[in-house]
């Protein structure tokens, strides 16, 4: 069975400063894993995913990822915080059960919330 | 375009209430998958549609929950004798087809009284 865990709840930055969440998966065969954002009152949006190609992510708003098969991890960086980075992360993973690299039901982490300092 | 749309926004039951929670995806998109999301967790995977037909539903959590799909487009999440331990958000998402980026809907926010 697969599982995330996403470490620390909350995450406290300046705005300016480097962010860090951090992400380790637990799964049986290879893994797709993503992260996604959620604004108050909004979807969750799609940041970026790793799908077996380049170990290094770059998704949109300027974050990236770098998958770690040694670690089991997939942590989100981002150089410079924003305050309009301000919002709910969930890392998430689903196994390429399919031979074309199909994904279904993802399995997705409690969750950190990321609060940027003035 | 539209994005994938869930309606009611909110939706407010008594215990032992049946409901319909409804699910409009992204036009062309063939798989649909619905999430719970509880205050402070993570969603949930409960169900994943490819077409008309559930591809996996290992996530409902009983048998008091069930979802149809029957023309491949909108599908109608089910909840029996709802209990209070039912009240959370419940997502859908859609992608073009499976494997793809999952699209999120806003969800809709159901209280168990």
């Known amino acids: 069975a697969q599982s995330v865990t996403q470490l620390g709840s909350h995450v406290s930055v300046s705005e300016g400063a480097l962010v860090l969440l951090r992400c380790n998966y637990s799964s049986s065969v290879p893994p797709y894993l993503f992260w996604y954002v959620q604004y108050p009152n909004q979807g969750l949006q799609l940041l970026l995913k790793?799908?077996?190609?380049?170990?290094l992510v770059k998704g949109i708003n300027g974050f990236e990822a770098e998958f770690k098969k040694s670690e089991t991890s997939f942590h989100l960086t981002k150089p410079s915080a924003h305050m309009s980075d301000a919002a709910e992360y969930f890392c998430?993973?689903?196994?390429?059960?399919?031979?074309?690299?199909?994904?279904?039901?993802?399995?997705f982490g409690k969750g950190t919330h990321l609060i940027i300092q003035p | 375009g539209a994005g994938v749309s869930q309606t009611p926004s909110n939706k407010v039951t008594e215990k032992g209430k049946y409901v319909e929670l409804r699910c409009d995806p992204i036009s062309g998109h063939t798989a649909l998958y619905w999430y719970r999301q509880s205050l402070g967790q993570g969603p949930e995977f409960l169900i994943y549609f490819q077409g008309t037909g559930a591809a996996d539903d290992s996530g409902l959590p009983n048998d008091r929950f069930f979802a149809v799909r029957p023309e491949g487009s909108v599908s109608t999440l089910k909840i029996q004798r709802t209990e209070r331990g039912d009240s959370a958000v419940y997502l859908c998402?859609?992608?073009?087809?499976?494997?793809?980026?999952?699209?999120f809907g806003p969800g809709t926010r159901l209280t168990v009284l």
């Open positions: 790793y799908t077996s190609a380049a170990t």
């Open positions: 998402a859609s992608s073009l087809t499976s494997g793809d980026e999952q699209f």
């Open positions: 998430a993973v689903s196994e390429s059960r399919y031979s074309g690299g199909g994904a279904d039901g993802l399995t």
